[in-house]
Protein backbone atom coordinates (compact mmCIF):
# COMPACT_ATOMS: atom_id res chain seq x y z
CA UNK A 1 0.00 0.00 0.00
CA UNK A 2 1.53 3.67 -1.18
CA UNK A 3 1.81 5.93 2.10
CA UNK A 4 1.06 8.57 -0.82
CA UNK A 5 -2.68 7.69 -1.87
CA UNK A 6 -5.36 6.48 0.26
CA UNK A 7 -6.54 3.20 -1.32
CA UNK A 8 -10.36 4.37 -0.57
CA UNK A 9 -11.91 1.23 -3.03
CA UNK A 10 -10.03 -1.31 -0.10
CA UNK A 11 -12.25 -0.75 2.46
CA UNK A 12 -15.89 0.06 -0.06
CA UNK A 13 -15.95 -1.73 -3.32
CA UNK A 14 -18.79 0.21 -4.17
CA UNK A 15 -17.44 3.95 -3.89
CA UNK A 16 -18.00 5.16 -7.75
CA UNK A 17 -16.36 8.68 -7.20
CA UNK A 18 -14.16 10.85 -4.75
CA UNK A 19 -12.99 14.37 -4.48
CA UNK A 20 -9.11 14.51 -4.56
CA UNK A 21 -6.09 16.48 -5.04
CA UNK A 22 -3.44 16.09 -7.69
CA UNK A 23 0.42 15.49 -5.92
CA UNK A 24 2.21 14.75 -9.33
CA UNK A 25 1.77 13.91 -12.90
CA UNK A 26 4.99 12.54 -15.09
CA UNK A 27 6.11 12.57 -18.14
CA UNK A 28 3.96 9.34 -19.83
CA UNK A 29 0.62 11.17 -18.26
CA UNK A 30 0.27 9.31 -15.26
CA UNK A 31 -1.03 10.92 -12.46
CA UNK A 32 -0.69 10.48 -8.57
CA UNK A 33 -3.41 11.76 -6.35
CA UNK A 34 -3.96 11.92 -2.23
CA UNK A 35 -6.74 9.64 -2.18
CA UNK A 36 -8.68 7.44 -5.09
CA UNK A 37 -11.31 5.17 -5.75
CA UNK A 38 -9.64 3.73 -9.13
CA UNK A 39 -8.33 0.08 -7.93
CA UNK A 40 -4.86 -0.40 -9.48
CA UNK A 41 -3.49 -3.82 -11.89
CA UNK A 42 -3.08 -6.26 -9.30
CA UNK A 43 -3.56 -10.55 -8.05
CA UNK A 44 -4.90 -10.78 -11.78
CA UNK A 45 -7.46 -7.97 -12.13
CA UNK A 46 -7.13 -5.11 -14.41
CA UNK A 47 -6.82 -1.66 -13.46
CA UNK A 48 -9.77 0.35 -13.29
CA UNK A 49 -10.70 2.89 -16.59
CA UNK A 50 -12.82 6.57 -15.55
CA UNK A 51 -12.30 9.78 -15.56
CA UNK A 52 -10.62 12.69 -13.54
CA UNK A 53 -12.78 16.40 -13.83
CA UNK A 54 -11.60 19.65 -13.07
CA UNK A 55 -10.92 23.06 -13.60
CA UNK A 56 -8.35 21.37 -16.44
CA UNK A 57 -11.37 19.64 -18.17
CA UNK A 58 -12.39 16.01 -18.30
CA UNK A 59 -8.95 13.71 -18.56
CA UNK A 60 -9.72 10.14 -19.77
CA UNK A 61 -7.91 7.65 -17.66
CA UNK A 62 -7.45 4.62 -19.90
CA UNK A 63 -6.07 2.20 -16.77
CA UNK A 64 -4.33 2.38 -13.11
CA UNK A 65 -1.23 1.21 -12.27
CA UNK A 66 1.03 0.94 -9.25
CA UNK A 67 4.74 1.88 -10.24
CA UNK A 68 7.71 2.28 -7.55
CA UNK A 69 4.83 2.05 -4.75
CA UNK A 70 2.88 5.02 -5.76
CA UNK A 71 -0.73 4.77 -8.08
CA UNK A 72 -0.64 6.36 -11.33
CA UNK A 73 -4.02 6.99 -12.94
CA UNK A 74 -2.50 7.04 -16.67
CA UNK A 75 -4.25 9.10 -19.04
CA UNK A 76 -5.25 8.05 -22.94
CA UNK A 77 -3.15 9.73 -25.36
CA UNK A 78 -3.83 13.28 -26.09
CA UNK A 79 -5.76 14.08 -22.56
CA UNK A 80 -5.92 17.21 -21.26
CA UNK A 81 -3.96 16.74 -17.33
CA UNK A 82 -4.60 18.74 -14.60
CA UNK A 83 -1.29 19.86 -12.61
CA UNK A 84 -0.26 19.28 -9.06
CA UNK A 85 -2.41 20.89 -6.54
CA UNK A 86 -5.62 21.15 -8.81
CA UNK A 87 -8.81 19.41 -7.12
CA UNK A 88 -10.28 16.68 -9.49
CA UNK A 89 -13.31 14.44 -9.51
CA UNK A 90 -12.49 10.90 -9.72
CA UNK A 91 -15.20 8.47 -11.48
CA UNK A 92 -14.75 5.08 -12.32
CA UNK A 93 -16.45 3.17 -15.21
CA UNK A 94 -18.97 1.65 -13.25
CA UNK A 95 -20.13 -1.16 -15.21
CA UNK A 96 -16.87 -2.36 -16.06
CA UNK A 97 -15.93 -2.44 -12.56
CA UNK A 98 -19.20 -3.93 -11.32
CA UNK A 99 -18.75 -6.66 -13.77
CA UNK A 100 -14.44 -7.39 -12.57
CA UNK A 101 -16.06 -7.34 -9.24
CA UNK A 102 -18.81 -10.27 -9.99
CA UNK A 103 -16.19 -12.10 -11.72
CA UNK A 104 -13.33 -12.00 -9.54
CA UNK A 105 -15.93 -13.32 -7.10
CA UNK A 106 -16.95 -16.02 -9.10
CA UNK A 107 -13.36 -17.28 -9.01
CA UNK A 108 -13.09 -17.29 -5.10
CA UNK A 109 -16.36 -19.57 -5.83
CA UNK A 110 -14.25 -22.00 -8.39
CA UNK A 111 -11.54 -22.16 -6.15
CA UNK A 112 -13.57 -22.96 -3.47
CA UNK A 113 -15.15 -26.03 -5.50
CA UNK A 114 -11.54 -27.27 -7.17
CA UNK A 115 -9.36 -28.92 -4.84
CA UNK A 116 -6.32 -27.81 -5.95
CA UNK A 117 -3.43 -25.33 -5.81
CA UNK A 118 -3.69 -22.28 -8.39
CA UNK A 119 -1.05 -21.59 -10.83
CA UNK A 120 -2.24 -18.50 -12.39
CA UNK A 121 -5.47 -16.62 -13.22
CA UNK A 122 -6.68 -13.61 -15.25
CA UNK A 123 -9.91 -11.76 -14.56
CA UNK A 124 -11.76 -10.32 -17.08
CA UNK A 125 -14.95 -8.25 -17.36
CA UNK A 126 -16.82 -11.16 -19.89
CA UNK A 127 -14.60 -14.23 -18.78
CA UNK A 128 -12.18 -14.88 -16.35
CA UNK A 129 -9.70 -18.11 -16.20
CA UNK A 130 -8.00 -20.17 -13.41
CA UNK A 131 -5.16 -22.45 -14.12
CA UNK A 132 -5.00 -25.55 -11.52
CA UNK A 133 -2.68 -28.02 -10.62
CA UNK A 134 -5.29 -30.92 -10.75
CA UNK A 135 -2.61 -33.76 -9.94
CA UNK A 136 -4.40 -37.00 -10.37
CA UNK A 137 -8.54 -34.48 -10.11
CA UNK A 138 -10.57 -34.32 -12.57
CA UNK A 139 -12.79 -31.52 -13.81
CA UNK A 140 -16.09 -31.96 -15.59
CA UNK A 141 -17.52 -28.46 -16.57
CA UNK A 142 -20.95 -29.26 -16.26
CA UNK A 143 -20.20 -30.80 -12.95
CA UNK A 144 -18.08 -26.76 -11.82
CA UNK A 145 -21.34 -25.02 -13.74
CA UNK A 146 -23.39 -26.58 -11.65
CA UNK A 147 -21.33 -26.61 -8.29
CA UNK A 148 -20.82 -22.83 -8.72
CA UNK A 149 -24.50 -22.01 -9.58
CA UNK A 150 -25.44 -23.35 -6.27
CA UNK A 151 -23.11 -21.22 -4.62
CA UNK A 152 -24.83 -18.00 -6.04
CA UNK A 153 -28.14 -19.13 -5.67
CA UNK A 154 -27.36 -19.94 -1.40
CA UNK A 155 -26.58 -16.16 -1.95
CA UNK A 156 -23.64 -16.19 0.78
CA UNK A 157 -22.35 -12.82 2.14
CA UNK A 158 -18.90 -11.40 2.02
CA UNK A 159 -16.97 -9.90 4.53
CA UNK A 160 -12.94 -8.91 4.88
CA UNK A 161 -10.66 -9.73 7.56
CA UNK A 162 -7.11 -8.62 8.27
CA UNK A 163 -4.28 -10.60 10.09
CA UNK A 164 -0.94 -10.16 10.68
CA UNK A 165 2.08 -11.33 8.51
CA UNK A 166 2.76 -14.12 11.44
CA UNK A 167 -0.72 -15.33 11.49
CA UNK A 168 -0.75 -16.28 7.77
CA UNK A 169 2.57 -17.75 8.31
CA UNK A 170 0.76 -19.76 11.07
CA UNK A 171 -1.66 -21.34 8.33
CA UNK A 172 0.00 -21.45 5.01
CA UNK A 173 -3.05 -23.29 3.79
CA UNK A 174 -5.12 -19.85 3.18
CA UNK A 175 -2.84 -19.50 0.34
CA UNK A 176 -4.28 -21.24 -2.46
CA UNK A 177 -2.03 -19.15 -5.34
CA UNK A 178 1.67 -21.65 -5.84
CA UNK A 179 3.47 -18.48 -7.72
CA UNK A 180 2.34 -15.65 -6.16
CA UNK A 181 2.10 -14.58 -2.59
CA UNK A 182 0.14 -12.14 -1.21
CA UNK A 183 1.69 -9.08 -0.44
CA UNK A 184 3.70 -8.40 2.75
CA UNK A 185 5.59 -5.49 5.06
CA UNK A 186 2.68 -3.38 5.77
CA UNK A 187 1.95 -5.48 9.12
CA UNK A 188 -1.13 -6.68 7.52
CA UNK A 189 -2.86 -8.54 5.18
CA UNK A 190 -6.33 -8.75 3.98
CA UNK A 191 -8.21 -12.46 4.08
CA UNK A 192 -11.62 -12.22 1.80
CA UNK A 193 -13.85 -14.49 3.37
CA UNK A 194 -17.23 -16.02 1.54
CA UNK A 195 -19.97 -17.35 3.84
CA UNK A 196 -19.43 -19.74 6.89
CA UNK A 197 -16.77 -22.21 5.22
CA UNK A 198 -17.15 -21.76 1.85
CA UNK A 199 -13.94 -20.16 1.24
CA UNK A 200 -11.41 -18.27 2.89
CA UNK A 201 -7.88 -16.87 0.94
CA UNK A 202 -5.80 -13.42 0.76
CA UNK A 203 -6.85 -11.18 -1.83
CA UNK A 204 -6.48 -7.81 -2.18
CA UNK A 205 -8.97 -7.41 -5.47
CA UNK A 206 -12.85 -5.80 -5.47
CA UNK A 207 -15.70 -8.42 -4.66
CA UNK A 208 -19.38 -8.01 -4.30
CA UNK A 209 -21.00 -8.28 -1.47
CA UNK A 210 -22.62 -11.57 -1.61
CA UNK A 211 -22.81 -14.42 -4.04
CA UNK A 212 -25.87 -13.93 -5.06
CA UNK A 213 -24.87 -10.66 -7.03
CA UNK A 214 -22.54 -12.39 -9.41
CA UNK A 215 -25.60 -13.78 -11.80
CA UNK A 216 -25.47 -16.85 -13.66
CA UNK A 217 -22.29 -18.46 -14.20
CA UNK A 218 -20.85 -21.01 -17.31
CA UNK A 219 -18.02 -22.82 -17.05
CA UNK A 220 -15.96 -22.29 -20.88
CA UNK A 221 -13.55 -24.36 -22.41
CA UNK A 222 -11.50 -26.40 -19.95
CA UNK A 223 -7.32 -26.37 -21.46
CA UNK A 224 -4.53 -28.69 -21.40
CA UNK A 225 -1.70 -26.55 -20.60
CA UNK A 226 0.80 -29.33 -19.56
CA UNK A 227 1.06 -32.81 -17.93
CA UNK A 228 -1.32 -31.56 -14.88
CA UNK A 229 -2.24 -27.84 -15.49
CA UNK A 230 -5.57 -27.34 -16.69
CA UNK A 231 -7.11 -23.80 -17.20
CA UNK A 232 -11.00 -23.62 -16.68
CA UNK A 233 -12.50 -20.83 -18.32
CA UNK A 234 -15.29 -19.19 -16.47
CA UNK A 235 -17.98 -16.42 -18.24
CA UNK A 236 -21.04 -14.56 -16.70
CA UNK A 237 -24.41 -15.05 -18.70
CA UNK A 238 -25.45 -11.91 -18.04
Known amino acids: ??????????????LQDCEATVISVNERGGILLDQTVFYYTG????????????????TRIG???????????????????????????GVIDWE??????????SMHLL?????????GGQVGPEKSRLDFDIGEHSLDKEELTAALNKLVDENHPLEAIWI???????????????????????GKIRLVKI??????Q?????????????????IGKIENKGAKNRRVNIHLEG
Open 43 to 58: GGQPGDTGTLEGAHGT
Open 202 to 218: PCGGTHVASTGEIGPLR
Open 96 to 105: RRHRLMRMHT
Open 63 to 89: TTIKADGDILHVAEEGQPLPAPGDKVQ
Open 195 to 200: GDAVDL
Open 1 to 14: MTDKTTELFRDDAY
Open 111 to 119: CAIVPCGVT
Open 164 to 186: TDDELDAKPDLVRTMSVQPPRGV
